[in-house]
């Protein structure tokens, strides 16, 4: 029994939950099938929303005939663009509608959509719908699109007199159409080509080529929308942008976005693909708009694949050099995106692509210039990496070749040429942390990379049908947010009960990736509290404080810095009570283990539950509650897109081990060593999770994973022959942590979310060069794609560098 | 009107009898028609395991059964494992282990690990691989999985 | 939305046949390829949805004189782990192992795979390479009729068999191999399981002194439906299989099959892989 003396001279040891295997924290409810995703919540007097899709690729529509939808029984409420009046335009560069508007660009569009008493009736409606279609040319290469003469596809509208309508200054593309099929263009350099390219002794020039992948989130999407009585918005969504979609989403009703809440039940996963407003949502709010009845839309797998962002395809050619002594001479850069029918964030993925061709190695010359052009294909969204995997690809296999054309071992030749901490990168960037020297040596070192190297390259041409190769790429990504919206910023509420307890009311949102059990680490860490002391509430605009959203690596950074500034705002009036009522100096006092004690021995001073209620049960009743918003201390890019855009950087090296089977084509991943640089490890567990998970996803990126588009039209929508990897398939994996200790990040901590699924296919490639001497400049490596190229089957490839005047 | 057929099983341990139409699969049964919606639809072709189920002690794709055939049968799914102690250091597996994170496959691994656990007595991992190579997961990469299924099976008994 | 009338699940061969009488029947065995193919639409069902699950006679795997009998609602699972089958039909047991995951094994049913007639139906091509007779019953007056037929010949196509309207699928039979009998199976794919066959392949015959003999060649997805390779099997037959008949017969084998493209591989890479698997597959048996 403890007596009040024996309490007082309680010592409490030091204690940390940083670096340990925490437990994610709505892991118990998710492993009891209890968690309630969007497909799961139902409400009274909810109609079920489906959309009818173009049936053509490009063509323009004649007429559409609901008349025998609207008659079905059960059916409420069938709309087109021609029942909304209203429409906004969408996307990233406003250029299409959510019911499209007389003509159909690509296979995805939605024409018309019905609310209805069930799914059946929805989709038997669907069917009654009659749209009569006039065909237009198709453009299914985005080589086309930069033709002479192209088909335009959104082109601009004409009078009744066939002369070009004179439409207002500011009117996006979906109103006054474009004269060209150029979406959006980057150009960039630093330094100067030419002198670069004179310097040099070796110059190389190849292009690279990289395939649609797109996300597979296991919980297809899905929407809920309801109206209450005096007009405001509930939705439920599965929004990765919660406080940037209100404001959008208000814009597309026409209302004020103080009217719009919403709400994110838990998501079956994110990886990048709910950073835009797709359609779909808008069409749901505008049937619960118009049938007065919350209306819940959910996508069929099929239709997931359909109408679902894609990861950006990419047509590369990349000219490097470098001297006799490995020293990098120059980089040029060309890029062709196939931008698909509508703009969406894959038509900005050169923000990130062109930080890698600038920075990840130092490069005194760099040129980089990306045209997105529109076709007829599905439209590229952002998917985990943003541009970085296309880049590392292309640039990881030049190292390997430039080494190789001057004798240089591929890692002496990458360690020459690797950025330190404190170098400032022509593109602006400013390393205060890195750990990109390390992250090499240690993957080397882990994997036996060098021997390794040498006995494969030896064994090349010596009998046998199974060859073993090993590769090595690196990366450089945003690791402290990444300063593209006005603020980069994210709030926090705190509050603390009267038994010590700790709500975290945060802006930041969950996508399983852990981020709500980082948090509570980090506030429990300040307050001296178990996890068990803290809960969450992460998914309620009309509660959490604005945070920009989940992307870019950036949540554990920004948020994880908000919280512990919340933390500290609450810690310092609890000391401060804690001071006066004990007559001790703040300054030695701290909290720990549930107490405040004395800073030197440990020594209990109080329970923090007791002074906490003491504090709030008195005449000038107090509760400990704090808000905190923190803006990283990073700046835009100019106009010539330079500038320390992340308020840290985050490095990692992966290295591949396969095996290839010549006979077939087969490539095995047997083995896969990373190590990075994530500043330091909050949560093991989790941050073990988001690495291996990570590399799995770059696995199926590189081997297995193919979104095949043939003349706009998908040919495989479904699991069987969109092939995921499986269990059986994964490789071996040895992760090392290089913990840098950021000064600015979360107890030093750097953003990696996005940073594993990088580098594999760029080292996967390296590898089968290094097993058989066949360089493979297009992914996927599917066993046929290898099997070509190993029988010399496979022409060269070669896009020639193009840029929009 | 669709075709409607009465059934009558047994379902987590309890016997019930349910009107169907006969044209529908399991899934939509467990989740539209009684409610239990711990059960998922991730493709509804079988090829990702999310909709997994145990009926007469083997583990089945919900999405690939029709309703009608449950009739007579003795049929478990995730919500009647997490009653069940014995799953119980199965569920505390996948939490310790990490092998949890968006979550939305967890309910079909657990009950296919499950069903892993009752047929081998201490699955190696390249049984608990192959045991699983049905059900897809896009956040994990599986190890975390893999590893917790493995620690389950060699703690047990 | 459905012409469906009628559910019905009879517990007698007799009662099942006998509503087969009109043809008018859709049969559900495991469901595993019914149940995605009506949701999707892709299956219309007919007047009656007939669920064969509770005859006693289509359960079952036994031996029956020099013939292993395998019951139609035989599951994937059931016929790999039964000992009969791991004693006598090993090369049966690898492509079951092939067979999509655990749980369509668990309910897909020997008897659904043969009348889907899927050109790349994993179990097809080592019941080819057994010489396999497929069991049918059928009611024509008031009597239950039954006979057996050469798998070789029951496919006609891609889901279509010989198997009329109003007859039932029953069983599987195998004649016991002789002591000397060797078989293998290939499965060409990046996985363990969980895919359609690139192409599948089956080898088997007598093996004495290095020479084979009665050699049984079959191929999966090369063609509308799995295949056997008869020149193939003629370029075996009786000879040593030594490097030059192997590499012969693995030339003669990428002639004989007609494969096309499509998403899972080109026509050339199938024919490629015809060859080179073969060839890898034989000299397996040659040093067996």
């Given at each position: 029994m403890n007596t009040v003396a024996e309490k007082k001279h309680r010592v409490i040891e030091p204690d940390s939950l940083i670096g340990k295997r925490i437990r994610k924290m709505d892991a118990p409810e998710k492993a009891s099938g209890r968690t309630r995703y969007i497909h799961d919540i139902n409400l009274s007097g909810q109609l079920h929303g489906k959309i009818l899709r173009s049936?053509?690729?490009?063509?323009?529509?004649k007429s559409i005939d609901t008349s025998a939808a609207r008659a079905l029984?059960?059916?409420?409420v069938v709309i087109t663009a021609a029942d909304i009046p209203d429409q906004r335009p969408i996307g990233v560069a406003k250029d299409h509608f959510p019911l499209k508007v007389g003509?159909?660009?690509?296979?995805?569009?939605?024409?018309a959509a019905v609310a209805a008493e069930s799914e059946e009736i929805a989709e038997a409606a669907l069917k009654l719908i009659k749209v009569e279609y006039e065909d237009l040319p198709v453009i299914g290469d985005p080589e086309d699109a930069i033709k002479p003469g192209a088909v335009l596809i959104h082109p601009e509208p004409h009078g009744a007199d066939g002369t070009h309508m004179h439409l207002k200054q500011g009117m996006s593309i979906a109103h006054?159409?474009?004269?060209?099929?150029?979406a959006m263009r980057f150009d960039y350099s630093h330094g100067d080509v030419v002198k670069g390219e004179a310097e040099s002794d070796v110059v190389i020039e190849d292009t690279f080529k990289l395939h649609y992948v797109t996300h597979c989130c296991m919980g297809v999407s899905g929407m809920i929308a309801e109206f209450d009585a005096s007009g405001n918005v509930l939705m439920y969504s599965n929004t990765q942008v919660p406080f940037l979609h209100k404001r959008e989403f208000a814009e597309y009703l026409n209302?004020?976005?103080?009217?719009i809440r919403i709400i994110q039940p838990p998501?079956?996963?994110?990886f990048g693909s709910k950073l835009d407003i797709y359609p779909f949502e808008v069409i749901c709010l505008y049937l619960a708009r118009a049938a007065k009845r919350p209306v819940k839309m959910l996508f069929t797998r099929e239709e997931e694949f359909l109408a679902s962002p894609t990861r950006q395809p990419v047509l590369l050619t990349l000219r490097s050099g470098c001297k006799k002594d490995g020293t990098l001479t120059f980089r040029q850069v060309h890029t062709l995106h196939d931008n698909g029918a509508y703009t969406s964030w894959g038509a900005t993925t050169p923000f990130v692509m062109m930080q890698t061709f600038s920075s990840l190695y130092r490069v005194p010359h760099c040129d980089y210039h990306t045209a997105a052009v529109y076709t007829n294909n599905p439209y590229a969204g952002s998917f985990r990496g943003y541009g970085n995997l296309q880049a590392t690809f292309a640039i990881e296999q030049h190292m390997d070749m430039l080494a190789q054309s001057i004798g240089m071992d591929p890692l002496e030749f990458r360690m020459k040429n690797a950025q330190d901490a404190g170098e400032v990168t022509?593109?602006?960037?400013?390393?205060?942390?890195?750990g990109f020297k390390d992250c090499i040596r240690t993957a080397a070192q882990r994997s036996d990379f060098s021997h390794k190297f040498g006995e494969n390259q030896a064994n090349?041409?010596?009998?046998?049908?199974v060859k073993r190769g090993i590769g090595m790429a690196s990366m450089l990504h945003v690791?402290?947010?990444?300063?593209?919206?006005p603020s980069d910023g994210c709030g926090t509420i705190l509050k603390m009960d009267d038994f010590a307890n700790v709500t975290l009311i945060t802006g930041a949102s969950e996508i399983g990736q852990g981020s709500e059990t980082v948090l509570s680490q980090l506030v429990c860490e300040e307050l001296g509290l178990?996890?068990?002391?803290v809960t969450v509430v992460n998914n309620d605009t009309a509660i959490t404080p604005w945070d920009v959203g989940v992307?870019?690596?950036?949540t554990t950074f920004i948020a994880g810095n908000s919280a512990i500034g919340a933390a500290k705002k609450a810690k310092a009036k609890i000391l401060a009570v804690a001071a006066k009522k004990f007559e001790?100096?703040?300054?030695?006092l701290d909290l720990r283990g549930g107490f405040v004690i004395k800073?030197?021995?440990?020594?209990?001073?109080?329970?923090l539950s007791k002074l906490l209620r003491n504090l709030h049960f008195q005449d000038k009743a107090e509760l400990v509650m704090t808000t905190f918003y923190y803006e990283p201390p990073s700046v835009h890019q100019d106009k010539?897109?330079?500038?320390?855009?992340?308020a840290a950087y985050a490095w990692g090296t992966q290295v591949v081990e396969v095996e290839v089977d010549t006979e077939t084509g087969i490539v095995k991943l047997i083995k896969v060593t990373g190590a990075h640089d994530?500043?330091?490890?909050?949560?093991r567990l989790g941050i073990e999770g988001q690495i291996e998970g990570g590399v799995v996803m770059g696995q199926g990126y590189a081997f297995t994973e193919d979104l095949m588009i043939e003349n706009g039209r998908?040919?495989?929508?479904?699991f069987r022959d969109y092939k995921l990897v499986t269990a059986p398939e994964i490789p071996e994996m040895d992760i090392a942590f290089i913990?840098?200790?950021?000064?600015?990040?979360?107890?030093g901590a750097k953003g990696v979310g996005?940073?594993?699924?990088?580098c594999m296919a760029a080292a996967a490639a390296n590898a089968i060069a290094n097993a058989t001497g066949v360089r493979l400049f297009?992914?996927?490596?599917?066993p046929e794609k290898v099997y070509r190229a190993l029988h010399g089957k496979t022409p060269k490839l070669y896009w020639k560098p193009w840029k929009a005047e | 009107m669709s075709l409607k057929h009465d059934i009558e099983f047994t379902l987590n341990g309890v016997k019930r009898r349910v009107q169907v139409?006969?044209?529908?699969?399991a899934l939509a049964m467990l989740?539209?028609?009684?409610?239990?919606?711990?059960?998922?639809?991730?493709?509804?072709?079988?090829?990702?395991?999310?909709c997994t189920i145990q009926v007469d002690g083997v583990s089945l794709n919900s999405c690939l059964?029709?309703?009608?055939?449950?009739?007579g049968r003795e049929v478990t799914t995730i919500e009647g494992l997490a009653n069940d102690p014995q799953a119980d250091a199965l569920r505390d597996a996948f939490v310790e282990h990490g092998?949890?994170?968006?979550?939305?496959c967890t309910p079909g691994m657990v009950m296919q690990a499950d069903h892993i656990l009752h047929k081998h007595e201490h699955p190696d991992e390249g049984c608990v691989k192959r045991g699983l190579e049905g059900n897809l997961c896009r956040?994990?990469?599986y190890k975390k999985i893999v590893d917790a299924v493995v620690a389950c099976g060699a703690t047990e008994k | 939305m459905t012409e469906l009338k009628h559910y019905y699940a009879p517990t007698s061969l007799d009662q099942a046949v006998e509503c087969l009488k009109d043809g008018d029947v859709t049969i559900l065995a495991g469901?595993?390829?019914?149940t995605p193919q009506s949701q999707a639409g892709r299956i219309k069902f007919k007047h009656t949805l007939m669920?064969?699950?509770?005859?006693?006679?289509?359960s079952g795997i036994t031996l029956e004189g020099d013939e292993i009998r395998i019951g139609a609602l035989a599951t994937i699972t059931e016929i790999m782990e039964h000992p009969l089958v791991k004693q006598h039909l090993p090369v049966l047991v690898e492509a079951c192992d092939h067979f999509a995951s655990d749980q369509i094994r668990n309910a897909g049913t020997i008897g659904g795979n043969i009348c889907n007639a899927?050109?790349?139906?994993?179990?097809?091509i080592p019941l080819l390479v057994l010489d396999a007779r497929v069991e049918l019953a059928s009611m024509p007056e008031d009597k239950l009729y039954r006979h057996s037929m050469p798998l070789s010949t029951f496919f006609v196509g891609p889901g279509k068999t010989?198997?009329?309207?109003?007859?039932?699928?029953t069983g599987v039979r195998i004649p016991v191999p002789a002591a000397n009998h060797v078989a293998r199976f290939y499965k060409l794919g990046t996985?363990?399981?969980l895919d359609i066959s690139t192409i599948s392949i089956g080898v088997a015959g007598c093996l004495n002194g290095g020479v084979l003999s009665q050699v049984r060649v079959a191929f999966g997805a090369v063609a509308p439906t799995p295949v056997r390779a008869e020149q193939t099997e003629q370029a075996l037959?009786?000879?040593?299989?030594?490097a030059a008949t192997i590499e012969k017969a693995a030339a003669i084998a990428r002639d004989e099959v007609h494969p096309i493209d499509d998403v899972r591989a080109s026509a050339w890479y199938r024919k490629e892989m015809i060859h080179n698997i073969t060839k890898r597959i034989l000299g397996h048996v040659a040093q067996a």
């Amino acid at each position: 029994m403890n007596t009040v003396a024996e309490k007082k001279h309680r010592v409490i040891e030091p204690d940390s939950l940083i670096g340990k295997r925490i437990r994610k924290m709505d892991a118990p409810e998710k492993a009891s099938g209890r968690t309630r995703y969007i497909h799961d919540i139902n409400l009274s007097g909810q109609l079920h929303g489906k959309i009818l899709r173009s049936a053509r690729i490009h063509a323009l529509i004649k007429s559409i005939d609901t008349s025998a939808a609207r008659a079905l029984p059960g059916v409420h409420v069938v709309i087109t663009a021609a029942d909304i009046p209203d429409q906004r335009p969408i996307g990233v560069a406003k250029d299409h509608f959510p019911l499209k508007v007389g003509r159909v660009r690509s296979q995805r569009d939605e024409i018309a959509a019905v609310a209805a008493e069930s799914e059946e009736i929805a989709e038997a409606a669907l069917k009654l719908i009659k749209v009569e279609y006039e065909d237009l040319p198709v453009i299914g290469d985005p080589e086309d699109a930069i033709k002479p003469g192209a088909v335009l596809i959104h082109p601009e509208p004409h009078g009744a007199d066939g002369t070009h309508m004179h439409l207002k200054q500011g009117m996006s593309i979906a109103h006054k159409g474009k004269p060209d099929n150029i979406a959006m263009r980057f150009d960039y350099s630093h330094g100067d080509v030419v002198k670069g390219e004179a310097e040099s002794d070796v110059v190389i020039e190849d292009t690279f080529k990289l395939h649609y992948v797109t996300h597979c989130c296991m919980g297809v999407s899905g929407m809920i929308a309801e109206f209450d009585a005096s007009g405001n918005v509930l939705m439920y969504s599965n929004t990765q942008v919660p406080f940037l979609h209100k404001r959008e989403f208000a814009e597309y009703l026409n209302i004020d976005p103080a009217r719009i809440r919403i709400i994110q039940p838990p998501i079956g996963g994110g990886f990048g693909s709910k950073l835009d407003i797709y359609p779909f949502e808008v069409i749901c709010l505008y049937l619960a708009r118009a049938a007065k009845r919350p209306v819940k839309m959910l996508f069929t797998r099929e239709e997931e694949f359909l109408a679902s962002p894609t990861r950006q395809p990419v047509l590369l050619t990349l000219r490097s050099g470098c001297k006799k002594d490995g020293t990098l001479t120059f980089r040029q850069v060309h890029t062709l995106h196939d931008n698909g029918a509508y703009t969406s964030w894959g038509a900005t993925t050169p923000f990130v692509m062109m930080q890698t061709f600038s920075s990840l190695y130092r490069v005194p010359h760099c040129d980089y210039h990306t045209a997105a052009v529109y076709t007829n294909n599905p439209y590229a969204g952002s998917f985990r990496g943003y541009g970085n995997l296309q880049a590392t690809f292309a640039i990881e296999q030049h190292m390997d070749m430039l080494a190789q054309s001057i004798g240089m071992d591929p890692l002496e030749f990458r360690m020459k040429n690797a950025q330190d901490a404190g170098e400032v990168t022509g593109q602006g960037m400013s390393f205060k942390s890195c750990g990109f020297k390390d992250c090499i040596r240690t993957a080397a070192q882990r994997s036996d990379f060098s021997h390794k190297f040498g006995e494969n390259q030896a064994n090349q041409k010596a009998p046998g049908t199974v060859k073993r190769g090993i590769g090595m790429a690196s990366m450089l990504h945003v690791g402290g947010g990444a300063k593209i919206y006005p603020s980069d910023g994210c709030g926090t509420i705190l509050k603390m009960d009267d038994f010590a307890n700790v709500t975290l009311i945060t802006g930041a949102s969950e996508i399983g990736q852990g981020s709500e059990t980082v948090l509570s680490q980090l506030v429990c860490e300040e307050l001296g509290l178990p996890i068990s002391a803290v809960t969450v509430v992460n998914n309620d605009t009309a509660i959490t404080p604005w945070d920009v959203g989940v992307h870019a690596s950036r949540t554990t950074f920004i948020a994880g810095n908000s919280a512990i500034g919340a933390a500290k705002k609450a810690k310092a009036k609890i000391l401060a009570v804690a001071a006066k009522k004990f007559e001790i100096a703040e300054d030695y006092l701290d909290l720990r283990g549930g107490f405040v004690i004395k800073a030197d021995s440990g020594e209990a001073v109080i329970e923090l539950s007791k002074l906490l209620r003491n504090l709030h049960f008195q005449d000038k009743a107090e509760l400990v509650m704090t808000t905190f918003y923190y803006e990283p201390p990073s700046v835009h890019q100019d106009k010539g897109f330079k500038g320390d855009v992340s308020a840290a950087y985050a490095w990692g090296t992966q290295v591949v081990e396969v095996e290839v089977d010549t006979e077939t084509g087969i490539v095995k991943l047997i083995k896969v060593t990373g190590a990075h640089d994530v500043g330091r490890v909050l949560n093991r567990l989790g941050i073990e999770g988001q690495i291996e998970g990570g590399v799995v996803m770059g696995q199926g990126y590189a081997f297995t994973e193919d979104l095949m588009i043939e003349n706009g039209r998908m040919k495989n929508p479904n699991f069987r022959d969109y092939k995921l990897v499986t269990a059986p398939e994964i490789p071996e994996m040895d992760i090392a942590f290089i913990e840098s200790m950021d000064g600015e990040g979360p107890q030093g901590a750097k953003g990696v979310g996005e940073a594993p699924a990088i580098c594999m296919a760029a080292a996967a490639a390296n590898a089968i060069a290094n097993a058989t001497g066949v360089r493979l400049f297009e992914l996927p490596f599917t066993p046929e794609k290898v099997y070509r190229a190993l029988h010399g089957k496979t022409p060269k490839l070669y896009w020639k560098p193009w840029k929009a005047e | 009107m669709s075709l409607k057929h009465d059934i009558e099983f047994t379902l987590n341990g309890v016997k019930r009898r349910v009107q169907v139409d006969v044209t529908m699969n399991a899934l939509a049964m467990l989740r539209d028609v009684i409610g239990l919606t711990g059960t998922k639809y991730g493709c509804g072709e079988g090829e990702c395991g999310a909709c997994t189920i145990q009926v007469d002690g083997v583990s089945l794709n919900s999405c690939l059964m029709f309703a009608v055939d449950c009739d007579g049968r003795e049929v478990t799914t995730i919500e009647g494992l997490a009653n069940d102690p014995q799953a119980d250091a199965l569920r505390d597996a996948f939490v310790e282990h990490g092998a949890v994170q968006c979550g939305f496959c967890t309910p079909g691994m657990v009950m296919q690990a499950d069903h892993i656990l009752h047929k081998h007595e201490h699955p190696d991992e390249g049984c608990v691989k192959r045991g699983l190579e049905g059900n897809l997961c896009r956040c994990t990469g599986y190890k975390k999985i893999v590893d917790a299924v493995v620690a389950c099976g060699a703690t047990e008994k | 939305m459905t012409e469906l009338k009628h559910y019905y699940a009879p517990t007698s061969l007799d009662q099942a046949v006998e509503c087969l009488k009109d043809g008018d029947v859709t049969i559900l065995a495991g469901g595993t390829d019914l149940t995605p193919q009506s949701q999707a639409g892709r299956i219309k069902f007919k007047h009656t949805l007939m669920n064969i699950r509770h005859i006693p006679q289509l359960s079952g795997i036994t031996l029956e004189g020099d013939e292993i009998r395998i019951g139609a609602l035989a599951t994937i699972t059931e016929i790999m782990e039964h000992p009969l089958v791991k004693q006598h039909l090993p090369v049966l047991v690898e492509a079951c192992d092939h067979f999509a995951s655990d749980q369509i094994r668990n309910a897909g049913t020997i008897g659904g795979n043969i009348c889907n007639a899927s050109p790349a139906g994993d179990t097809l091509i080592p019941l080819l390479v057994l010489d396999a007779r497929v069991e049918l019953a059928s009611m024509p007056e008031d009597k239950l009729y039954r006979h057996s037929m050469p798998l070789s010949t029951f496919f006609v196509g891609p889901g279509k068999t010989r198997k009329s309207l109003c007859e039932l699928v029953t069983g599987v039979r195998i004649p016991v191999p002789a002591a000397n009998h060797v078989a293998r199976f290939y499965k060409l794919g990046t996985r363990p399981a969980l895919d359609i066959s690139t192409i599948s392949i089956g080898v088997a015959g007598c093996l004495n002194g290095g020479v084979l003999s009665q050699v049984r060649v079959a191929f999966g997805a090369v063609a509308p439906t799995p295949v056997r390779a008869e020149q193939t099997e003629q370029a075996l037959e009786g000879k040593p299989l030594d490097a030059a008949t192997i590499e012969k017969a693995a030339a003669i084998a990428r002639d004989e099959v007609h494969p096309i493209d499509d998403v899972r591989a080109s026509a050339w890479y199938r024919k490629e892989m015809i060859h080179n698997i073969t060839k890898r597959i034989l000299g397996h048996v040659a040093q067996a």
